[in-house]
């Protein structure tokens, strides 16, 4: 019965609300402005110039960059090279990486693992800078044993081996 009575007063008490209550007191001819995107950004300035160079700037028209020499080298003399490829592409080597017949790897029975080694074909004149990471080569007369990779580039594939000089990098 409380809930009714409570009903009919708010009723009441609504009726007697005059008609424009919770509208603007405002005009209502005035248009409501939409915000531009634009506007919603602070405006744009120009960059201050740029400070002049200090004493210390360089001037990079006139500068010559130092040369960098060639890494010293000690010479191994001269070998017997072979190269090996599919038949050992993916097993372990030595060091414990997998063999990569496509990277400029190479086996030598002494010299220390990540020894970085320039092998010349004096008949093509070309050159490869190998990284041991195997040991070998177990044939007798052969001094180094290239990737196949390294093997093509100074042009031993077709004879399968060939003479080279060999030389340690830094």
């Given amino acids: 019965m409380a809930k009714r009575a409570l009903r009919s007063i708010v009723f009441l008490a609504a009726l007697a609300l005059p008609g424009t209550a919770g509208h603007s007191q405002g005009n209502e001819g005035t248009a409501f402005v939409q915000p531009t995107f634009s506007g919603q950004f602070a405006p744009y300035s120009e960059l201050p110039d740029a400070p002049e160079p200090g004493t210390e700037a360089v001037d990079l028209q006139t500068f010559d960059p130092p040369i960098e020499e060639a890494p010293a080298?000690?010479?191994?003399?001269?070998?017997?090279?072979?190269?090996?490829?599919?038949?050992?592409?993916?097993?372990?080597?030595?060091?414990g990486e997998r063999f990569d017949m496509h990277a400029y790897t190479a086996a030598h029975r002494?010299?220390?693992?990540?020894?970085?080694?320039?092998?010349?074909?004096?008949?093509?004149?070309?050159?490869?800078?190998?990284?041991?990471?195997?040991?070998?080569?177990?044939?007798?007369?052969?001094?180094?044993?290239?990737?196949?990779?390294?093997?093509?580039?100074?042009?031993?594939?077709?004879?399968?081996?060939?003479?080279?000089?060999?030389?340690?990098?830094?």
């Fill in 73 to 95: 080298a000690t010479s191994l003399g001269s070998g017997v090279a072979s190269y090996y490829g599919k038949r050992f592409h993916g097993r372990p080597t030595a060091s």
């Fill in 110 to 170: 002494t010299l220390p693992f990540g020894s970085r080694v320039q092998v010349t074909n004096p008949s093509t004149g070309k050159t490869v800078v190998v990284r041991i990471n195997d040991r070998g080569p177990f044939t007798r007369g052969r001094t180094i044993d290239l990737s196949r990779r390294a093997a093509e580039d100074i042009g031993l594939i077709a004879r399968g081996h060939g003479t080279v000089e060999l030389a340690l990098l830094d």
